[in-house]
């Protein structure tokens, strides 16, 4: 199977070779540096108190920590472009996105860009959630014929996503770096859909054993049961929210046969079946 290439992102750019990675480096240093300029407060152009030595030493230092940035960006958030690093800094500018990357007057590194990253991609992934329920809503009424040819498309297009999630964890992977697999572990669970398990298993994708299957739901009713007693209490939820979980943790009961508490479980069977099966892979 062809692995799936996002033409824009920094991950397939360094899978499929479509430049050299001098020249990969080279363009994020170019973005990352003219980001940092125009929209942080770290000053590349020194005061009027400053020696010329104190400025080239200043400017030193910066180019130095973004480098470091661009290796950061290609390890931790690969599977964003090069233009989306660079929109994440106008929409901080433009009060978009909520990030402290406050210098200090010191250098903008890393721990900066991690920050700033973090809040693009959840941003991201909202506008994303937010265009597939439109687009669900849109096909809903849609002809036999029409969503056969939507389910094809659906299940081609989670296979892709899968085998490209797939290849990812065995180039990035390192059991040897806590913090890297970490990070890497981090992107496998939040880029997994639920909706990709059913495919994936009834084409062949994924082979579960019965005892598999028996330890996995064991897991994700554990871990929805969990959720609901946490989201009783949570503060940050609204009253309606934690009404809801008071309730249904009432009515559970027989767990198996709870059909609110069923259809919890099973999203989180699904994509946890999709993570091992990943995490797994030697």
């Known amino acids: 199977m062809e692995i799936y290439k996002n033409s824009g992102s920094i991950r397939s750019i360094i899978k499929g070779g479509i430049i050299p990675i001098e020249q990969l480096n080279k363009n994020l240093m170019t973005v990352l540096i003219g980001c940092i300029k125009s929209h942080t407060s770290v000053n590349l152009q020194g005061t009027a108190r400053q020696t010329a030595a104190e400025i080239a030493e200043k400017r030193n230092l910066q180019f130095s920590a973004t480098a470091d940035c661009v290796e950061f960006v290609k390890s931790y958030f690969p599977m964003l472009g090069i233009a989306e690093v660079k929109d994440a800094f106008s929409m901080l500018s433009a009060g978009r996105l909520t990030a402290d990357i406050q210098t200090y007057g010191g250098e903008f590194e890393p721990m ?52 490209a999630l797939l290849r990812y964890y065995q180039e990035m992977s390192d059991p040897k770096n806590k913090d890297v697999q970490k990070e890497v572990i981090k992107v496998v669970e939040d880029s997994v859909k639920s909706y990709w398990g059913k495919i994936l298993v009834s084409d062949g994708v994924i082979v579960l054993s019965d005892n598999q299957r028996h330890v996995a739901k064991g897991e994700a009713k554990e871990y929805t049961l969990n959720k609901l007693k946490n989201a009783r209490i949570d503060g940050r939820l609204k009253d309606i929210e934690r009404l809801a979980a008071s309730e249904m943790m009432k009515s559970i009961g027989n767990k198996d046969l709870n059909r609110g508490f069923v259809a919890k479980w099973s999203v989180r069977y699904a994509k946890i079946i999709i993570i091992k099966s990943i995490l797994n892979t030697k």
């Open 112 to 163: 900066h860009l991690g920050r700033l990253l973090s809040a693009y991609v959840k941003f991201r992934k909202n506008v994303i959630a937010e265009y597939e329920k439109k687009f669900f809503i849109e096909n809903k009424e849609k002809s036999k014929e029409e969503k056969d040819e939507l389910r094809a498309y659906s299940g081609e297009y989670a296979k892709l996503e899968y085998a």
